[in-house]
Structures are given as C-alpha cells and as structure tokens.
C-alpha cells in the first residue's frame, strides 16, 4: 500500500523530486498539445476556470467539474488526486510514487515548503504573493456531523454549491488565499502547491474520522455517486470512480504516515487557561457533543450589509436564558460541568463582485460592544466571484462554540465587525443576514 508522508521530513525527499519530474512531464505534454487530458494545463481546467464560472460553451465534458461548498467537496478531490498520482507514477515509471502532503497544522502557520521556492524547479510558479497573517483557528475538528464537516448535502453533484463545510472554510480556502496568485482562483492546480495542499485536506478527512462518534454519509445520494477523469492507463483512457470506493484511504490503497489532529480553536482556548485542573475538565469534554443539523436561531440581523458595516445581533431564545441561570447559579465551574453551549455564527447568501480568494476578511465577535473582541472566523472567498456574477451565493457557518459563554453571559446584542486582512484587498463580500444559531436540545 502507497504510503503518503509529510513534505517537511527526509522520508519525502525522494518523493518531491519524483514529483518534480512529473511536473516537468505534464508541463511539456501541454507545451506540445494544450488539449492533452494528461497534460498540466488540461488537468487544472478539469478544476475550473480562473474566476470559478461554469464550463462555457463547446468546452470539454469534464472542464470545470470540480465539487465545492457540498458534501461531494472531499471525495471528489480524494478521486482527482488519486487520478493526479497515477499519471505523474506513469509519466516518470515509478509506480509506487505517493505524494507528499503539506503538513501545516492551521492556516496562521503556513510556510511554502523550500522545493517549491526553488525558481529552477517545476515547483515553482510565479505570481505567488505569500504573506503569512494571523487568521481563524480551525474548528474542523470540533464538527460532530459530515455535513458541518464536509459540505451541505445534495442529491447530485454541483460544481459550486452553497453550503461550505467546517474544513472547507477554513483551513481549505485561507491556504488557497495565503498563496495567492493561481492558487487563489478555480484554476489553482496550475501551481504544484495545489496537490500538497489537497493532500493536506485529503487528511484532515481521514483524521476527522478517528475522532470519537465521527463517520461518513450513509445515504446512496452520496456513496453511489460517481466522477470519470482521464487515466494514462484505461484503455478508454477514462476511469470512473464512485464515492463508495474512496470514503477511507485503505479503500482507495492508500495510507499516512501519522494521524495525529492538530488542536482546534476549542483546544487552544482550553489550553491558555491558567488552571491544570480547568484544562483537564474541560478537555475531558471534548468529544461531539452534539448535533451539527436542526439549528435553533438566536437572533439574526434585520438586514443586509457588506464587511464594511458593523452588524448587530439581538440575542433571545429559552435554551440561552436557561444557560444564563447556569452561570448566574453556579459560575464558570458550573458551565464546564455541562459544556459550551453550541454556538454558530452565519452569514447567510454571501456574494462577492470582484477579487479571489487573497481578498480575505478576519470576522471579529464582540459582547455588547464591550470587553474582548474575538477573532470567529476569516472569510477568503475563492471562486466566489464567479458564482455571485451568475446569480448564486453561498452560506458561511462559524463554530464559536468555544466563546459562547464569554460572548452569551452578559444580556445585549452581538456586535459582528470585519477587517481585511490585506489592506489591498480587492473584493468586498456582502450578505443578506449574520445570524447565531445554537443546536436544538
């Protein structure tokens, strides 16, 4: 079985330099004929266009294909990786080539791996702005259901769906941001890190599933569904792959060399706690608990705005008032005896006129416009552009759960404020509404 290793460690050395030569490979092919399905070019096309649009007119069947903001989102990059080793193994003659994943533990500690900065290797591409910042912690982890994780579901497949998933929002989308030139738009496997990068997220999917109560779809919607890519080898020179046969990585050959999940922003905020016996407590609790569907609302705003404006959330509901007796009777100790209250923040149909995925803004919660305000998300809107140009939008769910007592405890509105992340930003997202929803008891 192929075993696939972290990029930063001596053991994928070999691993990248194969890789290089793949690149240099796929790259010719396309320099000799741009419509060769298993050259560099056709095969970032099968992920979209530069601004995520549809497939235009007259276009290859399988351009623009592949699956965003729904539940098709990781086995539909799980197939076209696979697809992506079998080429660069058949290109170079070594067929137990793996590649290499980007070892990243979140989106704030991103660093281009040194094979990829070398401007003499197939690695590089030009137009990289990387400029690391500091951005959400991820909260992939905490996500008790595969639809939270993974993407809204759908009975068949779209190319750009409306319901991102925990690991697509972040770290997916912020890394693809961070990056910046190619691998901030929809035709983002023109740069080598595409591959590692997905990779990395490949993962995530199969460490989520180690967690306690975590598991895949059930539903034929999702196992019987199915994707075709070119393959250098099939005699038709297409493979069809279905979901049911990638859903674990022994399912599809392969495996990683660890498994260990990085911490969530839950983790890390039990972590700073001062108190050994608060951490123990409260990482005691750590396993799901709860549902991710059948959302109650909180509040909402009673209108739309842009990340220019200051919302305002008013909070009323009987599961917050009866979280409020617990704090007022029993304190802090007696809110980890129950856990955090399931806390969400949404922005709901959000749309974006210009700009790609480097047009990031950091979202920021805050108690009744006093004490500490509180980084809850980081919005980096990658193919949105192009969906909001032919009429869609999208919906971005942030788990806060790990604030919800600090932002919930006192009464008063929420105050939702953005900052970009980079001042020279070129998009400005907007949305109908910023709501809070907790899950229903």
Same mark, same amino acid.
């Given at each position: 079985m192929l075993q696939r290793k972290a990029v930063s460690t001596e053991a994928?050395?070999? +691993? %990248?330099?194969?890789?290089?030569?793949?690149? $240099?490979?796929?790259? @010719?092919?396309?320099?000799?004929?741009?419509? +060769?399905?298993?050259?560099?070019?056709? @095969?970032s096309r099968i992920h979209g266009n530069s601004r995520g649009e549809e497939r235009g007119p007259g276009e290859p069947v399988d351009w623009s294909s592949c699956q965003h903001g729904s539940w098709f989102f990781l086995p539909w990059h799980r197939m076209s990786l696979l697809q992506f080793e079998r080429i660069v193994q058949v290109s170079t003659g070594e067929p137990e080539w793996a590649l290499p994943y980007w070892d990243y533990p979140d989106a704030s500690n991103v660093t281009i791996p040194d094979a990829f900065l070398d401007e003499s290797s197939p690695l590089f591409q030009?137009?990289?702005? &990387?400029?690391?910042?500091?951005?959400?912690?991820?909260?992939? @982890? +905490?996500?008790?259901? &595969?639809?939270?994780?993974?993407?809204?579901?759908?009975? #068949?497949? *779209?190319? #750009?769906?409306?319901?991102?998933?925990? *690991?697509?929002?972040n770290p997916h989308n912020l890394v693809h941001g961070l990056v910046s030139g190619d691998m901030a738009s929809f035709q983002s496997p023109l740069d080598p890190l595409f591959y590692i990068h997905h990779c990395a997220i490949d993962r995530?999917?199969? *460490?989520?599933?180690? %967690?306690?109560?975590? $598991?895949?779809p059930d539903k034929e919607s999702?196992?019987?569904?199915?994707?075709?890519?070119? +393959?250098?080898?099939?005699?038709?020179? #297409? $493979?069809? %792959? &279905?979901? #049911?046969?990638?859903?674990? *990585?022994?399912?599809?050959?392969?495996?990683?060399?660890?498994?260990?999940?990085?911490?969530?922003?839950?983790?890390r905020r039990v972590m700073a706690r001062p108190s050994e016996r608060d951490r123990t407590g409260m990482l005691a609790e750590m396993a799901p608990r709860r549902k991710d569907e059948d959302l109650e609302l909180l509040g909402a705003t009673s209108r739309g705005g842009t990340v220019r404006d200051r919302a305002e959330i008013g909070v009323a509901s009987e599961a917050l008032e009866r979280r409020r007796s617990v704090l007022a009777d029993q304190g802090p100790r007696?809110?980890?005896?129950?856990?955090?209250?399931?806390l969400f923040l949404r922005l709901e149909n959000v749309g974006i006129e210009a700009g790609d995925a480097s047009s990031m803004w950091n979202v920021y919660v805050q108690a009744g416009g006093e004490g500490e305000r509180h980084l809850a998300g980081t919005i980096a809107p990658f193919g949105l552009a192009g969906l909001t140009a032919e009429g869609g939008r999208q919906t971005l769910t942030m788990d806060i759960s790990h604030l919800s007592d600090e932002l919930l405890g006192p009464a008063g509105a929420l105050e939702v404020t953005f900052e970009p992340v980079y001042e020279d930003a070129e998009g400005e997202p907007f949305y109908d509404r910023a709501a809070l929803y907790t899950t229903a008891e």
């Amino acid at each position: 079985m192929l075993q696939r290793k972290a990029v930063s460690t001596e053991a994928a050395a070999d +691993d %990248l330099a194969i890789y290089a030569e793949g690149v $240099r490979v796929m790259r @010719q092919r396309s320099e000799r004929d741009p419509m +060769d399905p298993l050259g560099w070019v056709y @095969q970032s096309r099968i992920h979209g266009n530069s601004r995520g649009e549809e497939r235009g007119p007259g276009e290859p069947v399988d351009w623009s294909s592949c699956q965003h903001g729904s539940w098709f989102f990781l086995p539909w990059h799980r197939m076209s990786l696979l697809q992506f080793e079998r080429i660069v193994q058949v290109s170079t003659g070594e067929p137990e080539w793996a590649l290499p994943y980007w070892d990243y533990p979140d989106a704030s500690n991103v660093t281009i791996p040194d094979a990829f900065l070398d401007e003499s290797s197939p690695l590089f591409q030009p137009g990289r702005a &990387f400029r690391p910042r500091e951005l959400a912690a991820p909260t992939w @982890q +905490d996500s008790g259901s &595969f639809v939270a994780f993974g993407g809204g579901e759908r009975e #068949r497949p *779209v190319h #750009r769906g409306r319901e991102l998933g925990s *690991v697509e929002l972040n770290p997916h989308n912020l890394v693809h941001g961070l990056v910046s030139g190619d691998m901030a738009s929809f035709q983002s496997p023109l740069d080598p890190l595409f591959y590692i990068h997905h990779c990395a997220i490949d993962r995530f999917w199969e *460490v989520w599933l180690t %967690l306690e109560k975590r $598991r895949n779809p059930d539903k034929e919607s999702w196992l019987g569904s199915s994707f075709s890519f070119p +393959d250098p080898e099939a005699s038709s020179g #297409r $493979r069809t %792959l &279905f979901v #049911r046969d990638v859903q674990t *990585v022994a399912a599809a050959g392969y495996s990683y060399d660890e498994l260990t999940p990085p911490p969530s922003a839950r983790e890390r905020r039990v972590m700073a706690r001062p108190s050994e016996r608060d951490r123990t407590g409260m990482l005691a609790e750590m396993a799901p608990r709860r549902k991710d569907e059948d959302l109650e609302l909180l509040g909402a705003t009673s209108r739309g705005g842009t990340v220019r404006d200051r919302a305002e959330i008013g909070v009323a509901s009987e599961a917050l008032e009866r979280r409020r007796s617990v704090l007022a009777d029993q304190g802090p100790r007696g809110a980890e005896d129950i856990g955090p209250l399931p806390l969400f923040l949404r922005l709901e149909n959000v749309g974006i006129e210009a700009g790609d995925a480097s047009s990031m803004w950091n979202v920021y919660v805050q108690a009744g416009g006093e004490g500490e305000r509180h980084l809850a998300g980081t919005i980096a809107p990658f193919g949105l552009a192009g969906l909001t140009a032919e009429g869609g939008r999208q919906t971005l769910t942030m788990d806060i759960s790990h604030l919800s007592d600090e932002l919930l405890g006192p009464a008063g509105a929420l105050e939702v404020t953005f900052e970009p992340v980079y001042e020279d930003a070129e998009g400005e997202p907007f949305y109908d509404r910023a709501a809070l929803y907790t899950t229903a008891e």
